[in-house]
């Protein structure tokens, strides 16, 4: 298992932009899909993006496609979420999750790992 702490976070103008990193600890990092999810205060925790092992597969929640990048680099043990032309929805803690060994991550329900979270707030 996994151990995840989140990191860049803060507060930002809608229209700006925000990188969070992900440090993984722990045993064979490459062999999990990587995700984040983020919840906003009343709301569900929801899968904002993934990434495969290799890191050659991405998938993204609708909201967030052609404005969010996730990426992942095993030699580092880190993921990292670059978010651009943020909005006020976007505002949100995030949260870095890992998956089982070897299997998909896509919803809550399938996360092994949690980080910390880490609070995203994006002002009008």
């Known amino acids: 298992q996994v151990q995840l702490v989140e990191s860049g976070g803060g507060l930002v103008q809608a229209g700006g932009s925000l990188r969070l990193s992900c440090a993984a600890s722990?045993?064979?990092?490459?062999?999990?899909?990587m995700a984040w999810f983020r919840q906003a205060p009343g709301k569900e925790r929801e899968f904002v993006a993934g990434?495969?092992?290799?890191?050659?597969?991405?998938r993204y929640t609708d909201s967030v496609k052609d404005r969010f990048t996730i990426s992942r680099d095993n030699a580092k043990n880190t993921v990292s979420l670059q978010m651009n032309s943020l909005k006020p929805e976007d505002t949100a803690l995030y949260y870095c999750?890992?998956?089982?060994?070897?299997?998909?991550?896509?919803?809550?329900?399938?996360?092994?790992?949690w980080g910390q979270g880490t609070q995203v707030t994006v002002s009008s």
């Open positions: 999750a890992a998956g089982q060994p070897f299997r998909a991550v896509r919803a809550s329900t399938e996360v092994q790992s």
């Open positions: 722990g045993r064979s990092f490459s062999f999990y899909e």
């Open positions: 990434i495969g092992r290799s890191g050659t597969s991405t």
